[in-house]
């Protein structure tokens, strides 16, 4: 019996094994869950190769498509720029847009903040680990890359050919082999002025109030368009916030453990932000976050900065068989009451992020295993506030506080 016993128990481990290999070799912990309210960690992120790869340069008016162009998006890793102690969950890429025939478009130093990481499974079976960053950064304008209103913004050419944009990128490693392939889907976007150039913070002005600009990649199987499926939930207990605070000195900025979160968020209406009335582009949504330890997110009725939760639907791939599948796209922004309980503080902040509908079946990373299934909207925002806390619109930010939302 007690190798009957033995012989069963080796052979169901060597089946657990066999069903959990085409996962193994990926770096499935990012340090991030599991420890105490406010309680401090070091991210532990892969380091990610230079790539290169089609795009989309959309012009949008009026909430319609005005102009798309094909460009090429190349990304390059950059040094921080400092000896000391690195900011947790960071990275820095320059980004060149460049034409087919490698003529300079724009370029610009990107911020990288680190968001989640989750895993997926492809239509042939294969696990793919996503690691998803919030990004941005300034974008300089190069000669050939046109004229105003379209392609360049109006603004550029008022802030020294900078424009300042927001967005994300996915990083997707197949975790079949080790050192496999990795697929990057991204997306970048500069609103309209009621969005991106408010007032009362730098860069405020009237530039260009119908217009919008989004780089979205990969191009191939992406169709843009402005009426897409978007957000909306009664009640979800997905997934989390976290904080990045300073530290003493040598000042850096360290991350805080996950806090689960519930969070609903209700729709209110459908309209064009920018512009004359057109296609119903952008919803907007109350939405309300809760913690177990206390940290809370809820967005003001009318404001003071924006009238909640805002999405911008930008388009849908439609390749079922390459990351990220068939999934919506969705740029979006917020503002809210953001209550710091780790530092005993309320201020009203704006958000900056992306939501993606759709895509490969998602499932938790939990304690460094594979947790339980997704929902499929997945919400990721990152404050946009100076390195002292400040919030701050229209340029470039640090980002200490980020939502990782899924219903």
Not at 16 to 29: D, E, T
Not at 205 to 211: A, I, L, N, S, T
Not at 301 to 309: A, N, Q, S
Request: aromatic share 10%; proline share 10%.
């Amino acid at each position: 019996m007690l190798r009957q016993f033995e012989t069963l128990f080796a052979a169901l481990f060597a089946l657990l094994v066999f069903a959990l290999r085409p996962a193994a070799q990926c770096n499935l912990s990012d340090n991030l869950d599991g420890g105490p309210c406010c309680g401090l960690t070091q991210a532990q992120l892969p380091v990610f190769s230079n790539f290169a790869h089609d795009a989309l340069d959309i012009c949008w008016r009026d909430c319609g498509i005005d102009q798309q162009l094909l460009v090429r998006g190349k990304w390059f890793n950059s040094n921080l720029g400092s000896t000391g102690p690195q900011p947790c969950g960071e990275r820095r890429m320059r980004l060149d847009i460049v034409t087919p025939s490698n003529v300079l478009l724009w370029r610009g130093q990107m911020r990288l903040v680190y968001s989640r990481t989750w895993m997926v499974v492809d239509t042939s079976g294969l696990f793919h680990q996503v690691w998803r960053f919030l990004v941005n950064g300034d974008l300089r304008n190069f000669p050939a890359a046109g004229a105003p209103p379209c392609p360049v913004p109006p603004c550029a050419s008022a802030f020294a050919n900078r424009t300042r944009f927001t967005g994300y990128i996915d990083f997707a490693e197949d975790c079949s082999i080790p050192g496999g392939l990795v697929e990057r889907s991204w997306m970048l976007t500069h609103a309209c002025d009621a969005l991106d150039h408010h007032v009362g913070f730098p860069r405020s002005g009237v530039f260009h109030p119908d217009r919008s600009y989004s780089f979205v990649a990969p191009a191939a199987g992406f169709i843009a368009g402005p009426l897409q499926p978007s957000e909306g939930t009664p009640f979800s207990p997905f997934e989390a916030v976290r904080h990045r605070t300073q530290t003493p000195a040598p000042v850096t900025l360290a991350c805080t453990y996950e806090e689960p979160v519930v969070h609903s968020l209700t729709p209110q209406q459908q309209v064009c932000f920018c512009g004359l009335p057109g296609s119903n582009q952008f919803m907007i949504g109350d939405l309300n976050v809760q913690g177990p330890c206390g940290t809370a997110v809820r967005n003001p009725p009318l404001g003071p900065l924006l009238p909640g939760f805002v999405s911008m639907g930008l388009g849908s791939w439609t390749n079922p068989s390459q990351y990220p599948g068939l999934q919506t796209l969705r740029w979006n922004i917020g503002g809210y009451d953001f209550t710091d309980i780790c530092l005993g503080l309320q201020q009203h902040e704006p958000f900056y992020g992306v939501t993606t509908i759709g895509g490969f079946p998602a499932s938790q990373l939990v304690g460094g295993g594979i947790g339980g299934p997704l929902p499929p909207t997945f919400i990721d925002q990152v404050s946009s506030q100076q390195f002292n806390g400040t919030p701050v619109m229209n340029v470039p930010f640090v980002g200490l506080h980020i939502l990782n939302l899924n219903h």
